[in-house]
């Protein structure tokens, strides 16, 4: 029933039992008053459950950036508001690329992208702060990276400007740069040739011997520290393995404390390999990369179950991509290694025919892993 037509009912109601008298009017005047403040209290009251329910949701560390990490968090805010993301800086396409090179700034498109997955409401929001401009020196630029930008110049430290846009969105969590220094993507491939930079390492990501920042040293901020030891499940990925996960994880200082804070660390594989990046590589390779950077194997690999239509997989393999899985003696190895293997429906199709994780089952299945390894919070 509506407002409006309950309220209709009232007065009706009251006109046919007595007539419409002045005192009839009043009285239904106060009814109305009456029902309206219920309905407001009540939706206060819910909203307010709410909130009292994300404030004491498990608190989850995610660590990645690019499309991943936006859909993951989309997905856990659902669950808490106890979210701190950590943000890869080596961007270095498009308009991120762009103000890194014009303005000395650090690359904001993957944290823009954060903040609008943890906001209220995300979908106006995505539209407001991605909107690009068609012309002039801005052709190409996103509005969110020019507020970012602005916000930096105002602020004089690109971490301030971030916390700042995080207080004006008012959102379910925290984004954070892992560092606020200007670091580059550099690797070694096999062949013994060097690759500067995320779209190179993207490239000949497949022919990588060894991979790290320059400058050696990089500090994390300092809040990635604090976080560490209020977490409750490290979250690395989904996410390009060698431009979105593991940069991250070279920052060493970050990725030591992670090692001796003995928080539980979850790896969420990707559904598909990457042309270029990953190309020929298999789960398990992704895995021991991860491990590799990380010094030792996740506590949980999350795997998506669903089978990806054979249309859609032709549609990929022209492009150079493969669906990813885990053989039996694959999940044996890992399990030797003390690396749990938690399978789950998680495959969205999306109108385009872009495949990616479904947020929300995501975050339920994070949720069930939090439950099972830490306990106390139910859905």
Request: glycine share 10%.
């Amino acid at each position: 029933m509506t407002l409006l037509f309950a309220v209709a009912l009232i007065f009706v109601g009251g006109c046919l039992a007595g007539g419409v008298t002045v005192s009839l009017l009043f009285r239904n005047s106060r009814r109305v008053r009456s029902f309206i403040s219920k309905r407001t209290n009540e939706r206060e009251a819910a909203a307010a459950a709410v909130q009292l329910r994300l404030a004491g949701g498990p608190h989850f560390v995610a660590v990645g950036g690019g499309t991943g990490l936006s859909s993951l968090l989309k997905g856990l805010k659902g669950y808490t508001r106890n979210i701190v993301a950590l943000v890869t800086v080596t961007d270095e396409g498009g308009s991120s690329g762009r103000l890194v090179r014009d303005w000395g700034m650090l690359p904001p498109g993957d944290i823009r992208n954060c903040l609008v997955a943890l906001s209220e409401n995300d979908d106006q929001l995505r539209a407001f702060m991605n909107f690009r401009f068609g012309q002039g020196d801005l052709k190409g630029h996103s509005l969110g990276n020019l507020i970012l930008l602005a916000a930096t110049e105002q602020s004089g430290d690109f971490k301030n400007a971030v916390e700042l846009v995080n207080s004006l969105l008012a959102i379910r969590g925290r984004v954070l740069p892992i560092t606020t220094e200007n670091v580059t993507l550099v690797a070694e491939t096999n062949d013994g040739a060097t690759l500067r930079g995320e779209l190179a390492v993207a490239e000949r990501g497949r022919d990588i011997r060894s991979i790290r920042l320059e400058p050696s040293g990089v500090k994390p901020v300092r809040e990635a520290f604090s976080v560490l030891h209020h977490a409750d499940l490290v979250i690395l990925g989904p996410g390009s393995l060698f431009t979105s996960v593991i940069p991250n994880l070279l920052v060493e200082d970050f990725t030591a404390a992670l090692r001796k804070s003995k928080r539980p660390v979850v790896y969420v594989a990707n559904l598909m390999t990457q042309p270029g990046e990953t190309s020929g590589m298999t789960q398990l390779n992704h895995i021991q990369w991860v491990a590799k950077a990380l010094g030792r194997y996740p506590d949980v690999v999350v795997l998506n179950e669903d089978v990806i239509p054979e249309p859609l997989r032709e549609k990929y393999r022209a492009q150079g991509a493969e669906p990813l899985s885990l053989g039996r003696q694959d999940e044996e190895f890992l399990i030797s290694r003390s690396c749990q293997v938690f399978r789950a429906s998680l495959l969205q199709i999306q109108e385009s025919g872009v495949v990616r994780h479904h947020s929300a089952r995501l975050a339920e299945a994070l949720m069930r892993i939090n439950r099972k390894l830490n306990g106390g919070y139910e859905l």
